[in-house]
């Protein structure tokens, strides 16, 4: 059964980045995301442009002073502050924080927890122990970053295919309406059947071109989110955050 603060979480994470809304901001439709998630998914995108809503496929538009000009969520953000300082608290007594990460459970526990359950498990400061975990994050770092530069040359790579697909579906169409013209009287109506094939092709081919190109752009977003997530655990989360979240992250 799920829980309210459970609820709570699953309210306040971005469908992007998978992680709390930061700067929370709501499409037409009122799927809400954060707002640097939705400027690196459009980022090639201007001012009054239609654009899609990535969960639904709802079209909007783009204010004109941009994405940040979109209906700010405050009940999300709300939930989001509410989520981050209950992480900070232990699960199992609320009224105490968190100083300590049993390697055995996998989890941060506080002084009761330690004399109550964990006493003769392998549990260690939060402090001393979330510097292993850094170097985890790192390498997971790393990782996303290499992922992050394949996807963009293979959507480099979708983009010159369908390119040069196109280019040669339309010398074809050349080649047909020019045999079509020499011998239309005869063969008009295979000629229309076989141009309409052709679009056919041209259309479908596109539009998968550009299904996995968003898909692409879709991942490297949130790569880059995670990145970016990764980098402020690194740089400036507090041990406590970085024992809470290195694991969840890691699989991420």
């Known amino acids: 059964m799920a829980t309210a603060s459970s609820i709570t979480t699953d309210l306040s994470t971005c469908p992007i980045c998978l992680d709390l809304c930061d700067n929370p901001k709501s499409l037409p439709c009122l799927h809400t995301f954060c707002l640097k998630c939705l400027q690196g998914l459009f980022r090639d995108k201007l001012p009054r442009a239609e654009v899609s809503c990535p969960i639904c496929r709802n079209k909007f538009q783009i204010p004109q002073n941009g994405l940040d000009g979109l209906r700010h969520n405050f009940v999300v953000q709300q939930l989001a502050e509410m989520a981050q300082k209950r992480e900070s608290s232990c699960e199992k007594h609320k009224d105490k924080q968190v100083e ?129 997530r990764l980098r402020e655990l690194l740089d400036k989360g507090r041990p406590s955050d970085v024992t809470r979240t290195a694991g969840e992250l890691h699989n991420r």
């Not at 964990?118 to 970053?145: C, G, M, P, T, W």
């Open 100 to 228: 300590f990460y049993c390697h055995d459970c996998k989890e941060n526990i506080c002084v009761k927890c330690l004399s109550i359950n964990h006493n003769s498990h392998n549990s260690v400061e939060i402090s001393e122990v979330a510097d292993s975990f850094k170097l985890r994050i790192d390498d997971d770092d790393k990782q996303i970053l290499s992922a992050i530069s394949y996807l963009r040359e293979q959507t480099d790579q979708i983009n010159q295919d369908a390119v040069d697909f196109i280019g040669e579906m339309e010398y074809v169409e050349d080649i047909v309406r020019m045999a079509g013209d020499a011998i239309k009287s005869l063969v008009d109506s295979q000629i229309n059947d076989v141009l309409k094939k052709l679009e056919s092709v041209k259309s479908e081919s596109a539009k998968e071109a550009e299904s996995v190109k968003e898909e692409h752009q879709l991942a490297v977003v949130s790569m880059e989110s995670l990145h970016t």
